[in-house]
């Protein structure tokens, strides 16, 4: 079931996720900079700013760990399942990896409502 679920979502997710995620992190740094309170170094030692770097560097690292180990690893264990070996303890540790990640959405989302009462 978990193979026929990751399937067309890896086959998509490099094409679909990675410029989705781009898109939003370049809109969040014009969103607080550009079109925010952000106009100089100080402006980040603010509430306001302390949310706006909470969320740019987790979102930033989120996607870093989304295309160089969910990905690739979810790919790998694919391949593994469809040869026949199970998903095993790489199959847990990714699973414990894509939940840190989700956790690490939520943080970065919290922030981006923060920010709008700071």
Known sequence: ?????????????DRI?????ITTIVLGVLRGTVFGRIHSLADLATPYGIAW?????????LL???VFYLA???KRLLQGAEAG???GAAGRRLQVVALLDLLGFFVVFSAMIAMRFL
């Open 64 to 66: 870093a760990v989304g």
């Open 85 to 87: 070996q199970g998903l």
């Open 53 to 61: 770097l909470i969320g740019l560097v987790l979102a930033t690292t």
């Open 1 to 13: 079931v978990q193979r026929d679920f990751m399937r067309p979502f890896l086959e998509r997710s």
């Open 17 to 21: 996720v990675v410029p989705v995620a």
């Open 72 to 74: 690739p690893e979810a």
